[in-house]
Protein backbone atom coordinates (compact mmCIF):
# COMPACT_ATOMS: atom_id res chain seq x y z
CA UNK A 1 0.00 0.00 0.00
CA UNK A 2 1.44 3.28 -0.93
CA UNK A 3 1.23 6.14 1.94
CA UNK A 4 -0.31 8.89 1.22
CA UNK A 5 1.43 12.31 1.39
CA UNK A 6 0.22 14.52 4.16
CA UNK A 7 0.95 18.53 3.98
CA UNK A 8 0.46 21.14 6.54
CA UNK A 9 -0.84 24.41 4.96
CA UNK A 10 -2.33 27.21 7.24
CA UNK A 11 -5.38 28.58 5.62
CA UNK A 12 -5.15 25.66 2.81
CA UNK A 13 -8.60 26.39 1.49
CA UNK A 14 -7.37 30.05 0.66
CA UNK A 15 -4.14 28.99 -0.62
CA UNK A 16 -2.95 27.75 -4.16
CA UNK A 17 0.56 27.09 -3.30
CA UNK A 18 2.28 25.00 -0.34
CA UNK A 19 4.73 27.13 1.48
CA UNK A 20 8.39 26.63 0.94
CA UNK A 21 9.17 24.05 3.39
CA UNK A 22 6.58 21.83 2.68
CA UNK A 23 7.49 22.66 -1.62
CA UNK A 24 11.30 21.96 -1.00
CA UNK A 25 9.44 18.12 0.27
CA UNK A 26 6.93 17.78 -2.11
CA UNK A 27 9.43 18.46 -5.17
CA UNK A 28 12.49 17.78 -3.89
CA UNK A 29 12.60 14.84 -1.44
CA UNK A 30 8.61 13.10 -2.81
CA UNK A 31 9.49 14.30 -6.64
CA UNK A 32 5.64 14.95 -6.90
CA UNK A 33 4.44 15.65 -10.74
CA UNK A 34 1.47 17.24 -12.13
CA UNK A 35 -1.56 15.24 -11.67
CA UNK A 36 -0.13 13.46 -8.43
CA UNK A 37 -2.77 13.32 -5.33
CA UNK A 38 -1.72 15.08 -2.28
CA UNK A 39 -3.43 15.09 1.31
CA UNK A 40 -3.60 19.33 2.84
CA UNK A 41 -4.25 19.55 6.97
CA UNK A 42 -5.35 23.16 7.94
CA UNK A 43 -4.74 22.41 11.76
CA UNK A 44 -7.48 23.87 12.80
CA UNK A 45 -9.80 20.47 11.83
CA UNK A 46 -9.96 19.79 7.92
CA UNK A 47 -8.04 17.62 5.96
CA UNK A 48 -8.11 18.07 1.96
CA UNK A 49 -8.20 16.14 -0.67
CA UNK A 50 -5.90 18.03 -3.51
CA UNK A 51 -3.64 17.70 -6.90
CA UNK A 52 -0.59 18.91 -7.69
CA UNK A 53 -1.68 21.94 -10.62
CA UNK A 54 1.94 23.30 -11.15
CA UNK A 55 5.33 21.52 -9.88
CA UNK A 56 8.65 23.79 -10.26
CA UNK A 57 11.66 23.80 -8.20
CA UNK A 58 10.15 26.40 -6.37
CA UNK A 59 6.33 26.10 -6.81
CA UNK A 60 4.03 23.35 -6.08
CA UNK A 61 0.43 24.39 -6.45
CA UNK A 62 -2.79 22.86 -5.73
CA UNK A 63 -6.69 22.66 -6.45
CA UNK A 64 -8.50 21.04 -3.38
CA UNK A 65 -10.80 18.03 -4.92
CA UNK A 66 -12.41 17.11 -1.82
CA UNK A 67 -12.75 19.01 1.95
CA UNK A 68 -12.72 16.38 4.60
CA UNK A 69 -13.45 17.48 8.27
CA UNK A 70 -12.59 15.71 11.08
CA UNK A 71 -13.85 15.02 14.25
CA UNK A 72 -11.89 15.58 17.34
CA UNK A 73 -10.13 12.80 18.72
CA UNK A 74 -10.62 13.79 22.45
CA UNK A 75 -12.69 16.35 24.47
CA UNK A 76 -11.49 19.15 26.38
CA UNK A 77 -8.69 21.14 26.22
CA UNK A 78 -5.06 19.29 27.14
CA UNK A 79 -2.81 22.16 28.49
CA UNK A 80 0.93 20.63 29.95
CA UNK A 81 3.31 24.50 30.81
CA UNK A 82 6.58 23.38 31.49
CA UNK A 83 10.05 24.68 32.64
CA UNK A 84 12.43 23.54 30.01
CA UNK A 85 15.16 21.44 30.67
CA UNK A 86 19.04 22.44 30.19
CA UNK A 87 19.15 19.56 27.28
CA UNK A 88 17.22 20.86 24.65
CA UNK A 89 16.98 17.11 23.00
CA UNK A 90 14.91 16.25 25.90
CA UNK A 91 12.36 19.16 25.45
CA UNK A 92 12.04 18.03 21.72
CA UNK A 93 11.75 14.65 22.15
CA UNK A 94 8.57 15.18 24.30
CA UNK A 95 7.28 17.63 22.17
CA UNK A 96 7.23 15.03 19.77
CA UNK A 97 5.52 12.48 22.25
CA UNK A 98 3.10 14.62 23.89
CA UNK A 99 2.01 15.60 20.14
CA UNK A 100 1.22 11.96 19.02
CA UNK A 101 -0.45 10.99 22.73
CA UNK A 102 -2.33 14.52 22.39
CA UNK A 103 -1.84 17.61 23.09
CA UNK A 104 -3.78 21.37 22.66
CA UNK A 105 -1.66 23.40 24.32
CA UNK A 106 1.78 24.12 25.65
CA UNK A 107 3.41 27.02 27.44
CA UNK A 108 7.34 27.09 28.23
CA UNK A 109 7.60 28.36 32.04
CA UNK A 110 10.64 30.74 32.99
CA UNK A 111 10.98 29.73 36.72
CA UNK A 112 12.98 31.03 39.87
CA UNK A 113 15.32 27.97 39.39
CA UNK A 114 15.02 27.62 35.28
CA UNK A 115 18.51 26.26 33.75
CA UNK A 116 16.93 27.09 30.62
CA UNK A 117 15.74 30.69 29.84
CA UNK A 118 15.35 30.42 26.17
CA UNK A 119 13.41 27.93 23.74
CA UNK A 120 13.82 28.15 19.72
CA UNK A 121 10.24 28.29 18.70
CA UNK A 122 10.68 28.03 15.12
CA UNK A 123 12.59 24.58 15.84
CA UNK A 124 9.95 23.04 18.19
CA UNK A 125 7.54 23.76 15.82
CA UNK A 126 9.00 22.28 12.92
CA UNK A 127 9.02 18.78 15.19
CA UNK A 128 5.22 19.15 16.54
CA UNK A 129 4.47 19.90 12.52
CA UNK A 130 6.15 16.53 11.90
CA UNK A 131 4.11 14.57 14.65
CA UNK A 132 0.89 15.79 14.00
CA UNK A 133 1.85 14.57 10.10
CA UNK A 134 2.90 11.71 11.04
CA UNK A 135 0.49 10.75 13.61
CA UNK A 136 -2.75 12.33 11.67
CA UNK A 137 -4.16 14.72 13.60
CA UNK A 138 -6.14 17.30 12.24
CA UNK A 139 -5.76 19.88 14.73
CA UNK A 140 -2.26 21.76 15.35
CA UNK A 141 -1.34 22.37 19.26
CA UNK A 142 -1.10 25.79 20.41
CA UNK A 143 2.93 26.06 21.06
CA UNK A 144 3.52 29.59 23.00
CA UNK A 145 6.69 31.60 23.69
CA UNK A 146 8.89 31.79 27.30
CA UNK A 147 6.12 33.16 30.42
CA UNK A 148 7.54 33.93 33.66
CA UNK A 149 5.51 31.58 36.12
CA UNK A 150 4.03 34.87 37.78
CA UNK A 151 2.45 35.60 34.39
CA UNK A 152 1.25 32.14 33.59
CA UNK A 153 -0.53 31.64 37.11
CA UNK A 154 -2.14 35.25 37.24
CA UNK A 155 -3.75 34.38 33.92
CA UNK A 156 -7.58 32.95 33.88
CA UNK A 157 -7.78 29.69 32.55
CA UNK A 158 -10.72 27.06 32.23
CA UNK A 159 -10.84 23.93 33.64
CA UNK A 160 -8.59 22.05 36.46
CA UNK A 161 -5.29 23.05 37.00
CA UNK A 162 -3.03 21.21 38.69
CA UNK A 163 1.05 21.84 39.83
CA UNK A 164 3.09 19.16 40.42
CA UNK A 165 5.98 19.62 42.71
CA UNK A 166 8.44 17.68 45.57
CA UNK A 167 8.01 19.38 48.55
CA UNK A 168 6.95 16.62 51.24
CA UNK A 169 6.19 19.74 53.59
CA UNK A 170 2.91 21.13 51.35
CA UNK A 171 0.33 18.62 50.87
CA UNK A 172 -0.24 16.78 47.66
CA UNK A 173 -2.56 14.72 46.36
CA UNK A 174 -1.94 12.35 43.04
CA UNK A 175 -2.56 13.85 39.92
CA UNK A 176 -4.42 10.79 38.28
CA UNK A 177 -7.19 10.32 41.23
CA UNK A 178 -7.44 13.86 41.20
CA UNK A 179 -7.97 13.98 37.43
CA UNK A 180 -10.29 11.32 37.88
CA UNK A 181 -12.62 12.76 40.18
CA UNK A 182 -15.63 13.84 38.24
CA UNK A 183 -16.23 17.76 38.26
CA UNK A 184 -19.36 19.70 38.83
CA UNK A 185 -18.98 20.84 34.93
CA UNK A 186 -17.95 17.56 34.16
CA UNK A 187 -15.15 19.82 32.03
CA UNK A 188 -12.47 18.00 30.20
CA UNK A 189 -10.04 21.35 30.65
CA UNK A 190 -6.76 20.80 32.40
CA UNK A 191 -3.76 22.44 32.84
CA UNK A 192 -0.57 21.03 34.63
CA UNK A 193 2.35 22.55 35.63
CA UNK A 194 5.97 20.82 35.49
CA UNK A 195 8.59 22.61 37.09
CA UNK A 196 12.78 22.54 35.85
CA UNK A 197 15.23 20.11 37.11
CA UNK A 198 15.96 21.83 40.24
CA UNK A 199 11.79 22.03 40.49
CA UNK A 200 9.17 25.24 41.58
CA UNK A 201 10.36 27.31 44.77
CA UNK A 202 8.44 26.56 47.53
CA UNK A 203 7.44 30.21 47.00
CA UNK A 204 6.44 29.19 43.59
CA UNK A 205 4.38 26.73 44.41
CA UNK A 206 2.43 28.37 47.32
CA UNK A 207 1.63 31.63 44.86
CA UNK A 208 0.03 29.02 42.34
CA UNK A 209 -2.02 27.47 45.25
CA UNK A 210 -3.44 30.59 46.33
CA UNK A 211 -4.40 31.04 42.06
CA UNK A 212 -5.91 28.24 42.70
CA UNK A 213 -3.49 25.52 41.45
CA UNK A 214 -4.02 21.98 42.86
CA UNK A 215 -1.22 20.63 44.72
CA UNK A 216 0.17 16.71 43.58
CA UNK A 217 2.48 14.85 42.97
CA UNK A 218 2.80 12.18 40.04
CA UNK A 219 3.40 9.06 41.68
CA UNK A 220 5.86 7.06 43.65
CA UNK A 221 8.66 7.10 40.77
CA UNK A 222 11.02 9.84 40.48
CA UNK A 223 10.83 11.48 37.17
CA UNK A 224 13.26 13.39 35.30
CA UNK A 225 11.39 16.87 33.55
CA UNK A 226 10.63 15.56 30.29
CA UNK A 227 9.20 12.25 31.84
CA UNK A 228 6.67 14.17 33.93
CA UNK A 229 5.23 16.37 31.36
CA UNK A 230 5.04 13.09 29.08
CA UNK A 231 3.34 11.55 32.75
CA UNK A 232 0.78 14.38 32.88
CA UNK A 233 -0.55 14.25 29.37
CA UNK A 234 -1.02 10.59 29.64
CA UNK A 235 -2.85 10.73 32.78
CA UNK A 236 -4.82 14.24 31.11
CA UNK A 237 -6.02 11.99 28.70
CA UNK A 238 -6.30 8.94 30.25
CA UNK A 239 -8.69 9.98 33.13
CA UNK A 240 -11.26 11.18 30.53
CA UNK A 241 -12.94 7.56 30.18
CA UNK A 242 -12.92 7.12 34.18
CA UNK A 243 -14.57 10.37 34.67
CA UNK A 244 -17.00 9.60 32.24
CA UNK A 245 -17.54 5.87 33.88
CA UNK A 246 -18.05 7.11 37.39
CA UNK B 1 22.16 20.12 49.16
CA UNK B 2 25.12 17.98 47.97
CA UNK B 3 23.38 14.71 45.40
CA UNK B 4 24.67 11.09 46.98
CA UNK B 5 26.36 8.91 44.81
CA UNK B 6 24.62 5.50 43.78
CA UNK B 7 26.25 2.61 42.32
CA UNK B 8 24.81 -0.74 40.48
CA UNK B 9 26.70 -3.70 42.25
CA UNK B 10 24.66 -6.90 41.77
CA UNK B 11 25.03 -8.63 44.52
CA UNK B 12 26.95 -5.66 46.72
CA UNK B 13 26.56 -7.75 50.07
CA UNK B 14 28.74 -10.49 49.02
CA UNK B 15 31.07 -8.11 46.73
CA UNK B 16 34.28 -5.75 47.89
CA UNK B 17 34.85 -3.39 45.19
CA UNK B 18 32.83 -1.52 42.55
CA UNK B 19 33.03 -3.38 38.76
CA UNK B 20 35.06 -2.03 36.70
CA UNK B 21 32.12 0.49 34.40
CA UNK B 22 31.27 1.79 38.32
CA UNK B 23 34.92 2.24 39.81
CA UNK B 24 36.34 4.49 36.77
CA UNK B 25 33.42 6.92 37.43
CA UNK B 26 33.66 7.17 40.99
CA UNK B 27 37.57 7.30 40.73
CA UNK B 28 38.23 9.33 37.68
CA UNK B 29 34.88 11.44 37.54
CA UNK B 30 33.66 12.21 41.00
CA UNK B 31 37.21 11.77 42.74
CA UNK B 32 35.81 9.97 45.40
CA UNK B 33 38.32 8.99 47.96
CA UNK B 34 39.26 6.93 50.70
CA UNK B 35 36.50 7.42 53.71
CA UNK B 36 33.67 9.16 51.17
CA UNK B 37 30.12 7.88 51.18
CA UNK B 38 28.40 6.10 48.67
CA UNK B 39 25.46 4.33 47.85
CA UNK B 40 24.84 0.85 46.46
CA UNK B 41 22.22 -0.69 44.98
CA UNK B 42 22.10 -4.73 44.70
CA UNK B 43 19.02 -4.59 41.35
CA UNK B 44 16.71 -7.06 43.77
CA UNK B 45 15.33 -4.72 46.36
CA UNK B 46 18.42 -3.51 48.51
CA UNK B 47 20.14 -0.55 48.68
CA UNK B 48 23.54 -0.37 50.91
CA UNK B 49 25.15 2.78 52.41
CA UNK B 50 29.01 2.02 51.99
CA UNK B 51 32.57 3.95 52.86
CA UNK B 52 35.60 3.87 50.45
CA UNK B 53 38.16 2.02 52.20
CA UNK B 54 40.38 2.19 48.49
CA UNK B 55 41.02 4.53 46.32
CA UNK B 56 43.36 3.64 43.67
CA UNK B 57 43.17 4.13 39.38
CA UNK B 58 41.91 0.63 38.73
CA UNK B 59 40.15 -0.08 42.42
CA UNK B 60 37.59 0.94 44.08
CA UNK B 61 36.73 -1.04 47.71
CA UNK B 62 34.14 -0.15 50.24
CA UNK B 63 32.26 -1.98 53.31
CA UNK B 64 29.10 -1.78 54.14
CA UNK B 65 27.90 0.56 57.25
CA UNK B 66 23.91 0.12 56.66
CA UNK B 67 21.69 -2.05 54.37
CA UNK B 68 18.33 -0.38 53.37
CA UNK B 69 15.73 -2.58 52.50
CA UNK B 70 13.30 -0.78 49.84
CA UNK B 71 9.46 -1.58 49.96
CA UNK B 72 8.12 -2.06 46.07
CA UNK B 73 6.92 1.00 44.13
CA UNK B 74 4.39 -0.89 43.09
CA UNK B 75 2.43 -3.80 42.76
CA UNK B 76 2.53 -6.98 40.23
CA UNK B 77 4.57 -7.34 37.33
CA UNK B 78 4.77 -5.13 34.41
CA UNK B 79 6.11 -7.23 30.88
CA UNK B 80 6.39 -5.59 27.61
CA UNK B 81 6.78 -7.62 24.66
CA UNK B 82 8.14 -5.52 21.65
CA UNK B 83 9.67 -5.43 18.37
CA UNK B 84 12.40 -3.25 18.41
CA UNK B 85 12.68 -0.22 15.65
CA UNK B 86 14.88 -0.01 12.64
CA UNK B 87 16.19 3.46 14.23
CA UNK B 88 18.08 2.64 18.03
CA UNK B 89 17.89 5.51 19.08
CA UNK B 90 13.76 5.37 19.62
CA UNK B 91 14.44 2.25 21.55
CA UNK B 92 16.98 3.58 23.51
CA UNK B 93 15.04 6.16 24.91
CA UNK B 94 12.39 4.30 25.08
CA UNK B 95 14.22 2.04 27.42
CA UNK B 96 14.97 4.89 29.89
CA UNK B 97 11.16 5.98 29.61
CA UNK B 98 9.43 2.78 30.55
CA UNK B 99 12.71 2.20 33.49
CA UNK B 100 11.61 5.63 34.27
CA UNK B 101 7.77 4.83 34.95
CA UNK B 102 8.15 1.57 36.42
CA UNK B 103 8.62 -1.95 34.32
CA UNK B 104 9.87 -5.41 35.33
CA UNK B 105 10.95 -7.31 32.45
CA UNK B 106 11.01 -6.28 28.71
CA UNK B 107 11.33 -8.88 25.58
CA UNK B 108 12.54 -7.90 22.39
CA UNK B 109 10.09 -9.98 19.70
CA UNK B 110 11.42 -10.73 16.45
CA UNK B 111 8.21 -10.47 14.58
CA UNK B 112 7.39 -11.55 10.64
CA UNK B 113 7.39 -7.73 9.47
CA UNK B 114 10.37 -6.40 11.75
CA UNK B 115 12.72 -4.55 10.30
CA UNK B 116 15.57 -5.58 13.20
CA UNK B 117 16.82 -8.49 14.31
CA UNK B 118 19.85 -7.57 16.43
CA UNK B 119 19.86 -5.40 19.75
CA UNK B 120 22.92 -5.03 21.49
CA UNK B 121 22.32 -5.79 25.06
CA UNK B 122 24.69 -4.24 26.62
CA UNK B 123 24.26 -0.65 25.63
CA UNK B 124 20.42 -1.30 26.69
CA UNK B 125 21.72 -2.63 30.11
CA UNK B 126 23.82 0.90 29.94
CA UNK B 127 20.72 2.59 29.39
CA UNK B 128 18.51 0.70 31.91
CA UNK B 129 21.01 1.18 34.87
CA UNK B 130 21.47 5.05 34.14
CA UNK B 131 17.83 5.30 34.28
CA UNK B 132 17.64 2.92 37.54
CA UNK B 133 19.90 5.20 39.07
CA UNK B 134 18.75 8.58 38.05
CA UNK B 135 15.16 7.39 39.59
CA UNK B 136 16.45 5.77 42.53
CA UNK B 137 14.60 2.45 42.03
CA UNK B 138 15.98 -0.65 43.59
CA UNK B 139 14.87 -3.34 41.30
CA UNK B 140 16.47 -3.59 37.94
CA UNK B 141 14.64 -4.35 35.17
CA UNK B 142 15.11 -7.77 33.27
CA UNK B 143 15.73 -7.50 29.95
CA UNK B 144 15.90 -10.09 27.35
CA UNK B 145 17.60 -11.24 24.43
CA UNK B 146 15.39 -11.17 20.96
CA UNK B 147 12.52 -13.78 20.91
CA UNK B 148 10.89 -14.85 17.82
CA UNK B 149 7.54 -14.01 18.31
CA UNK B 150 6.18 -17.71 17.98
CA UNK B 151 8.98 -18.88 21.13
CA UNK B 152 7.72 -15.76 23.05
CA UNK B 153 3.49 -16.34 22.71
CA UNK B 154 4.03 -20.28 23.83
CA UNK B 155 5.37 -19.47 26.94
CA UNK B 156 3.72 -19.64 29.46
CA UNK B 157 3.05 -16.41 31.45
CA UNK B 158 1.33 -15.65 34.63
CA UNK B 159 -2.05 -12.68 34.48
CA UNK B 160 -3.49 -10.81 32.28
CA UNK B 161 -1.80 -11.19 27.80
CA UNK B 162 -2.65 -8.53 25.48
CA UNK B 163 -1.61 -7.95 22.27
CA UNK B 164 -1.96 -4.40 20.30
CA UNK B 165 -2.42 -3.78 16.67
CA UNK B 166 -3.97 -1.70 13.88
CA UNK B 167 -6.66 -4.82 12.08
CA UNK B 168 -10.01 -3.35 12.00
CA UNK B 169 -10.67 -6.48 10.69
CA UNK B 170 -10.08 -8.28 14.06
CA UNK B 171 -12.12 -6.93 17.28
CA UNK B 172 -10.03 -4.71 19.44
CA UNK B 173 -11.17 -3.43 22.45
CA UNK B 174 -9.35 -0.45 24.46
CA UNK B 175 -6.19 -1.36 26.43
CA UNK B 176 -6.69 1.00 28.95
CA UNK B 177 -10.44 -0.09 29.66
CA UNK B 178 -9.36 -4.12 29.84
CA UNK B 179 -6.60 -2.95 32.28
CA UNK B 180 -9.03 -1.62 34.28
CA UNK B 181 -11.28 -4.32 34.69
CA UNK B 182 -11.10 -5.95 37.95
CA UNK B 183 -9.62 -9.44 38.12
CA UNK B 184 -11.01 -12.91 39.86
CA UNK B 185 -7.53 -13.27 41.16
CA UNK B 186 -7.36 -9.49 41.28
CA UNK B 187 -3.71 -9.81 40.04
CA UNK B 188 -1.65 -6.66 38.65
CA UNK B 189 0.12 -8.96 36.54
CA UNK B 190 0.16 -7.95 33.00
CA UNK B 191 1.86 -8.58 29.48
CA UNK B 192 2.01 -6.27 26.38
CA UNK B 193 2.78 -7.15 22.81
CA UNK B 194 3.31 -4.06 20.38
CA UNK B 195 4.45 -4.96 17.33
CA UNK B 196 7.13 -3.71 14.38
CA UNK B 197 6.53 0.00 12.15
CA UNK B 198 4.71 -2.36 9.86
CA UNK B 199 2.80 -3.93 12.39
CA UNK B 200 2.24 -7.81 13.28
CA UNK B 201 0.90 -9.85 10.46
CA UNK B 202 -2.67 -10.69 10.65
CA UNK B 203 -1.55 -14.32 11.42
CA UNK B 204 0.24 -13.55 14.58
CA UNK B 205 -2.44 -11.21 15.52
CA UNK B 206 -4.84 -14.80 15.28
CA UNK B 207 -1.99 -16.75 16.60
CA UNK B 208 -1.44 -14.71 19.64
CA UNK B 209 -5.42 -14.95 19.96
CA UNK B 210 -5.52 -17.97 20.38
CA UNK B 211 -2.67 -18.35 23.00
CA UNK B 212 -4.56 -16.29 25.53
CA UNK B 213 -3.60 -13.04 24.20
CA UNK B 214 -6.55 -10.19 24.21
CA UNK B 215 -6.50 -8.09 21.20
CA UNK B 216 -6.51 -4.13 21.98
CA UNK B 217 -6.21 -0.83 20.49
CA UNK B 218 -4.03 1.97 22.76
CA UNK B 219 -6.65 4.37 21.55
CA UNK B 220 -7.62 7.27 19.09
CA UNK B 221 -4.46 8.31 17.87
CA UNK B 222 -1.94 6.76 15.99
CA UNK B 223 1.09 6.21 17.19
CA UNK B 224 4.71 5.26 16.60
CA UNK B 225 6.23 2.21 17.80
CA UNK B 226 8.14 3.42 20.83
CA UNK B 227 5.41 5.85 21.99
CA UNK B 228 2.79 2.88 21.68
CA UNK B 229 5.01 0.87 24.15
CA UNK B 230 5.21 4.05 26.56
CA UNK B 231 1.60 4.13 26.60
CA UNK B 232 1.21 0.59 27.02
CA UNK B 233 3.88 0.36 30.38
CA UNK B 234 1.75 4.08 31.57
CA UNK B 235 -1.45 2.34 31.25
CA UNK B 236 -0.68 -0.95 32.86
CA UNK B 237 1.19 1.30 35.93
CA UNK B 238 -1.70 3.62 35.97
CA UNK B 239 -4.82 0.91 35.78
CA UNK B 240 -3.46 -0.30 38.99
CA UNK B 241 -5.58 2.14 40.83
CA UNK B 242 -8.22 2.18 38.83
CA UNK B 243 -8.82 -1.57 39.52
CA UNK B 244 -8.82 -1.40 43.29
CA UNK B 245 -11.09 1.50 43.43
CA UNK B 246 -13.55 -0.92 41.55
Known amino acids: MREAHYFYVPDAAQQRELPADECQHAIRVLRLKVGNVLFLMDGVGNYYRAQVTEASSHHCCYEIVETLPQERQWEGHVHLAIAPTKMMDRMEWMMEKVTEIGIDELTFLDCQFSERQVVKLPRIEKI ?33 KYIAHCYEEIPRSYLFDELCIPSPLNSHDATVLIGPEGDFSIDEVRQAVEAGYISVHLGKSRLRTETAGLSAVMMMQLSKGERVKK
Chains 1, 2 share one sequence.
Not at 139 to 155: G, L, N, R, Y
Request: hydrophobic share 40%.
Open 128 to 160: VISAVKQSRKAWMPVVHEMTTFKTFISQPREGR
